[in-house]
């Protein structure tokens, strides 16, 4: 049974970091592209950022970019997202999924999913 579990969400002021972990099991994790997504409060979920199964390539939306950063530790089963100067649109559960091939930025195209963590940008 695939199971991903996402941590490290909380409350963050603006202009803080945070770093989120997806812990994945019962797949073979080094084979799986992985996203981040998040959604917001009446919003639609949205695409964050990806990283492929080596972790050589990388791809973020336009509105992360430069802020967020994704890495993964195979060794680990593990896949983390860095949020540096957050900001208040920021605030939304986040979402790790895998999907196995390329990256992909869609989120029909992963196959499983985390149940999500609260992330709250505040002062």
């Known amino acids: 049974q695939v199971q991903l579990v996402e941590s490290g969400g909380g409350l963050v002021p603006p202009g803080g970091s945070l770093r989120l972990s997806c812990a994945a099991s019962g797949l073979l994790f080094s084979s799986y592209a992985m996203g981040w997504f998040r959604q917001a409060p009446g919003k639609e979920r949205e695409f964050v950022g990806a990283?492929?199964?080596?972790?050589?390539?990388?791809n973020y939306a336009d509105s992360v970019k430069g802020r967020f950063s994704i890495s993964r530790d195979n060794a680990k089963n593990t896949v983390y997202l860095q949020m540096s100067t957050v900001k208040s649109e920021d605030t939304a559960v986040y979402y790790c999924?895998?999907?196995?091939?390329?990256?992909?930025?869609?989120?029909?195209?992963?196959?499983?999913w985390g149940q999500g963590t609260q992330v709250t940008v505040s002062s």
């Open positions: 990283i492929d199964w080596d972790g050589f390539i990388t």
């Open positions: 999924a895998a999907r196995r091939s390329a990256i992909a930025t869609t989120e029909y195209q992963y196959h499983y």
